[in-house]
């Protein structure tokens, strides 16, 4: 695509976008968002990147390649599962540390393997949408 | 305790991950092969868990059924993990020899250990919902594996494959949406007690009757198989192996679980409906063998026709059939992955699967001709082969309730297996080939022949030892038979003891 409005366009967009993701991501697990949603629109910011650059310029801001990014993050979600094996926990219980006191209502805020989970789903939902989408692009 | 029933699980899907990301390297398939390993061994010490205790029942991330993921274990499921384990090995010491490094670099273990995580995850969830996700993962797995490669053959087979399971799935999740709506739970333990209470019994048998479509679909049953015979001749043998072994039967095992556990409102209807199609099943498969020459086609039909075996022992649904029932399932893995590997073997020795352009391989290798004949006639039902002990079983119980009609079927069957694993016999080992060329095993260099031999001789090993030694396992089936027909012990494992 040519048009320079949107190239110069995609360049705030893509920034915005990825931002936005993060904040979806970090904003789950208490209120709406997540790393399925988060991960979408991840993928949302370099699909409109790869539109008004080309995919292989898309790819290579990427810096690694979908399929890899997705796996990483199949295992991390897997490792979060895991993580509540040494405390003698069923598979994929929250693990919490509360960081400055021992509930939600009094500590600062809480290191825990559900974020961690995020993460993963997160990774796993931005490889798998771009690669899909760069194979397409890349057909066409 | 949950984590004995985690790692038949988790360890494949890690195993995934590993190989994955080691895919451009040889040991992509040395990491594969320890976690079929690992796995096998974790579904050891399942089996040892479930012998002790009957049933064993595990609620992921502590929430309490009915409201979490229950993971349970019966006998019925432990075994056909187990047997998932064993398969997922034998197929991963096939693929040293028989996958090429391109498809390795595509990433074929990767999808294969998903594929085998699926299967395990279809036999141990409690919840229905659960149940549809695990089904996702094997149908995306095994797409994967299926067109990978990518020759045209096989993306014509993918495109059927993908688009009949797809519609299977799409009724299943409808029944699952309705049944949800109607009793407003979906922990199966739960459904069993919720759905008797229901007042509109009549929905209830509308929606077994989805859900037999749905698994219908799956297991290849009559008139629902044709997406089977399409698809599985074109991928690599030990993908098909894998495909023929397991499959399928998770549509079957699906099957069993739901029509003994929740849909046995209405047995004279439901279960009658089934005992027809399982014979038309039967009939339909062996027939479709006769009129085929490829070596892996005739096989894929009597996949169809030997499901009909374990439809039937569900749909009898007596003690001596189900229990044949779970016999048959465990035995027919056994087999039918261990022909689809000897297929492999006599396409790399003959150069074809087509048996008019191959032969002469009992000459070349009386070994690989005798490692055939050993699954095959146990798939006949030779005494004393475990086939045998299998047909025996379901037959002996539909003449106990007098339904000689379908025993009747049940042996012409029988009978026109034999001649469709004489064809082979005849057509593959017995004529010279005719090109005239000699399939000496020296064409085939040892790295590859011996990683694909060795899982052929325990396959058949395993064949001949249920065959000489049936007692403990059906000793085993028949307790797996009566948990299936009294579910207290798996009802009150899954949802504790109510007051």
Same mark, same amino acid.
């Given at each position: 695509?040519?048009?320079?409005?949107?190239?110069?366009?995609?360049?705030?967009?893509?920034?915005?976008?990825?931002?936005?993701?993060?904040?979806?991501?970090?904003?789950?697990?208490?209120?709406?968002?997540?790393?399925?949603?988060?991960?979408?629109?991840?993928?949302?910011?370099?699909?409109?990147?790869?539109?008004?650059?080309?995919?292989?310029?898309?790819?290579?801001?990427?810096?690694?390649?979908?399929?890899?990014?997705?796996?990483?993050?199949?295992?991390?979600?897997?490792?979060?599962?895991?993580?509540?094996?040494?405390?003698?926990?069923?598979?994929?219980?929250?693990?919490?540390?509360?960081?400055?006191?021992?509930?939600?209502?009094?500590?600062?805020?809480?290191?825990?393997?559900?974020?961690?989970?995020?993460?993963?789903?997160?990774?796993?939902?931005?490889?798998?949408?771009?690669?899909?989408?760069?194979?397409?692009?890349?057909?066409? | 305790?949950?984590?004995?029933?985690?790692?038949?699980?988790?360890?494949?899907?890690?195993?995934?991950?590993?190989?994955?990301?080691?895919?451009?390297?040889?040991?992509?398939?040395?990491?594969?092969?320890?976690?079929?390993?690992?796995?096998?061994?974790?579904?050891?010490?399942?089996?040892?868990?479930?012998?002790?205790?009957?049933?064993?029942?595990?609620?992921? =991330?502590?929430?309490?059924?009915?409201?979490?993921?229950?993971?349970?274990?019966?006998?019925?499921?432990?075994?056909?993990?187990?047997?998932?384990?064993?398969?997922?090995?034998?197929?991963?010491?096939?693929?040293?020899?028989?996958?090429?490094?391109?498809?390795?670099?595509?990433?074929?273990?990767?999808?294969?250990?998903?594929?085998?995580?699926?299967?395990?995850?279809?036999?141990?969830?409690?919840?229905?919902?659960?149940?549809?996700?695990?089904?996702?993962?094997?149908?995306?797995?095994?797409?994967?594996?299926?067109?990978?490669?990518?020759?045209?053959?096989?993306?014509?087979?993918?495109?059927?494959?993908?688009?009949?399971?797809?519609?299977?799935?799409?009724?299943?999740?409808?029944?699952?949406?309705?049944?949800?709506?109607?009793?407003?739970?979906?922990?199966?333990?739960?459904?069993?007690?919720?759905?008797?209470?229901?007042?509109?019994?009549?929905?209830?048998?509308?929606?077994?009757?989805?859900?037999?479509?749905?698994?219908?679909?799956?297991?290849?049953?009559?008139?629902?198989?044709?997406?089977?015979?399409?698809?599985?001749?074109?991928?690599?043998?030990?993908? =098909?192996?894998?495909?023929?072994?397991?499959?399928?039967?998770?549509?079957?095992?699906?099957?069993?679980?739901?029509?003994?556990?929740?849909?046995?409102?209405?047995?004279?209807?439901?279960?009658?409906?089934?005992?027809?199609?399982?014979?038309?099943?039967?009939?339909?498969?062996?027939?479709?063998?006769?009129?085929?020459?490829?070596?892996?086609?005739?096989?894929?039909?009597?996949?169809?026709?030997?499901?009909?075996?374990?439809?039937?022992?569900?749909?009898?649904?007596?003690?001596?059939?189900?229990?044949?029932?779970?016999?048959?399932?465990?035995?027919?893995?056994?087999?039918?992955?261990?022909?689809?590997?000897? =297929?492999?073997?006599?396409?790399?020795?003959?150069?074809?699967?087509?048996?008019?352009?191959?032969?002469?391989?009992?000459?070349?290798?009386?070994?690989?001709?005798?490692?055939?004949?050993?699954?095959?006639?146990?798939?006949?039902?030779?005494?004393?082969?475990?086939?045998?002990?299998?047909?025996?079983?379901?037959?002996?119980?539909?003449?106990?309730?007098?339904?000689?009609?379908?025993?009747?079927?049940?042996?012409?069957?029988?009978?026109?297996?034999?001649?469709?694993?004489?064809?082979?016999?005849?057509?593959?080992?017995?004529?010279?080939?005719?090109?005239?060329?000699?399939?000496?095993?020296?064409?085939?260099?040892?790295?590859?022949?011996?990683?694909?031999?060795?899982?052929?001789?325990?396959?058949?090993?395993?064949?001949?030892?249920?065959?000489?030694?049936?007692?403990?396992?059906?000793?085993?089936?028949?307790?797996?038979?009566?948990?299936?027909?009294?579910?207290?012990?798996?009802?009150?494992?899954?949802?504790?003891?109510?007051?």
């Amino acid at each position: 695509m040519n048009s320079i409005i949107f190239s110069a366009g995609a360049r705030l967009l893509v920034a915005l976008l990825l931002v936005f993701s993060l904040f979806m991501l970090l904003r789950g697990h208490n209120l709406p968002g997540g790393g399925f949603i988060g991960g979408l629109i991840g993928a949302v910011g370099f699909i409109v990147y790869s539109l008004a650059c080309g995919p292989a310029e898309a790819k290579s801001a990427l810096r690694i390649s979908p399929e890899v990014l997705g796996m990483v993050g199949l295992g991390i979600a897997l490792l979060a599962g895991l993580a509540s094996l040494p405390f003698g926990d069923p598979l994929f219980t929250g693990q919490w540390y509360w960081v400055g006191g021992d509930s939600y209502e009094t500590a600062a805020f809480s290191i825990n393997s559900v974020l961690v989970f995020d993460i993963g789903v997160y990774l796993v939902v931005l490889g798998g949408i771009l690669s899909l989408a760069f194979a397409f692009e890349e057909e066409t | 305790m949950s984590w004995l029933l985690v790692f038949p699980i988790a360890v494949p899907f890690v195993t995934a991950v590993l190989a994955y990301l080691v895919r451009m390297s040889f040991w992509g398939r040395w990491v594969s092969l320890a976690g079929s390993v690992v796995t096998l061994i974790a579904a050891i010490a399942l089996t040892v868990a479930v012998l002790r205790e009957g049933v064993v029942a595990a609620q992921m =991330s502590n929430w309490d059924a009915p409201f979490g993921i229950t993971l349970v274990a019966d006998y019925l499921g432990v075994v056909m993990v187990l047997i998932t384990a064993i398969t997922g090995l034998a197929t991963a010491i096939y693929a040293l020899g028989e996958i090429e490094v391109r498809l390795e670099k595509l990433g074929y273990h990767a999808l294969f250990q998903t594929l085998i995580a699926g299967v395990s995850g279809a036999f141990l969830t409690g919840d229905l919902f659960n149940l549809y996700v695990w089904f996702e993962v094997m149908l995306i797995a095994s797409f994967g594996l299926l067109v990978l490669g990518g020759s045209r053959a096989q993306l014509d087979a993918g495109l059927k494959y993908v688009a009949l399971n797809l519609v299977s799935t799409l009724v299943f999740l409808s029944g699952i949406g309705l049944l949800y709506g109607l009793t407003g739970t979906l922990n199966m333990a739960d459904l069993a007690g919720a759905v008797a209470e229901v007042e509109n019994q009549g929905l209830v048998t509308v929606i077994a009757m989805m859900f037999m479509f749905g698994f219908g679909v799956k297991a290849a049953i009559f008139p629902l198989f044709f997406w089977l015979p399409a698809s599985y001749h074109t991928p690599s043998f030990a993908v =098909s192996a894998v495909f023929a072994g397991l499959l399928t039967k998770v549509g079957v095992y699906a099957l069993m679980r739901m029509f003994t556990l929740v849909f046995v409102g209405d047995v004279g209807f439901t279960h009658e409906i089934l005992i027809w199609v399982s014979a038309a099943t039967m009939l339909t498969g062996v027939l479709g063998a006769a009129a085929q020459t490829d070596f892996r086609k005739i096989l894929s039909f009597h996949i169809i026709s030997q499901i009909g075996y374990m439809t039937l022992g569900l749909a009898l649904y007596t003690p001596l059939a189900l229990m044949g029932g779970v016999f048959y399932l465990v035995h027919h893995i056994i087999v039918k992955a261990n022909l689809f590997l000897v =297929s492999g073997v006599a396409n790399k020795l003959a150069g074809h699967t087509d048996l008019n352009r191959i032969g002469g391989l009992y000459k070349s290798s009386p070994v690989l001709a005798a490692l055939f004949i050993v699954p095959a006639f146990s798939l006949a039902g030779f005494p004393p082969l475990s086939g045998f002990w299998a047909k025996y079983l379901i037959v002996k119980a539909a003449i106990e309730i007098d339904a000689w009609f379908i025993a009747f079927i049940a042996l012409l069957v029988g009978l026109l297996t034999i001649f469709s694993m004489t064809k082979i016999w005849g057509m593959a080992f017995w004529k010279p080939h005719p090109d005239g060329i000699d399939p000496t095993p020296d064409r085939v260099p040892t790295r590859i022949r011996l990683p694909m031999m060795i899982p052929i001789v325990g396959l058949a090993a395993m064949t001949v030892v249920i065959g000489f030694f049936p007692e403990p396992f059906v000793v085993f089936a028949e307790i797996a038979a009566l948990q299936l027909l009294d579910p207290e012990a798996y009802v009150t494992t899954v949802l504790g003891e109510r007051p």
